[in-house]
């Protein structure tokens, strides 16, 4: 059973960083393309952003290009998300998911695990 444990959220001003931490089991984690997601009040679950099996590939929502960054520790089975120049529109609940297949991918319908989710939470 794939376990995902999300950490690094919290309450941060507008143009400030917040570093999101995934820490996974159950799977062989190197074999396993991971994504973040997010969900604001009222709005849909939407993508934020993926990373290959490897690290070697990356994708983001061009709302995040620039100032998002996704990266992974195979050794220590943990992804990261570090989140830069934060605006107020980036709040929301962002979860941690982890796919079956290899490739980065943007689809929530390819992950099949999901962390409980760590609240993001940026002031103007």
């Known amino acids: 059973q794939v376990q995902l444990l999300e950490s690094g959220g919290g309450l941060v001003q507008a143009g400030g960083s917040l570093r999101l931490s995934c820490a996974a089991s159950?799977?062989?984690?190197?074999?396993?393309?991971m994504g973040w997601f997010r969900q604001a009040p009222g709005k849909e679950r939407e993508f934020v952003a993926s990373i290959s099996g490897s690290g070697r590939s990356t994708l983001y929502t061009d709302s995040v290009k620039g100032r998002f960054t996704v990266s992974r520790d195979n050794a220590l089975n943990t992804v990261y998300l570090q989140m830069n120049s934060l605006k107020p529109e980036d709040t929301a609940v962002y979860y941690c998911a982890s796919s079956s297949g290899l490739s980065s991918t943007t689809r929530s319908r390819n992950y099949d695990a999901w962390g409980q989710g760590t609240q993001v939470t940026v002031s103007s």
């Open positions: 159950g799977r062989t984690f190197s074999r396993s393309a």
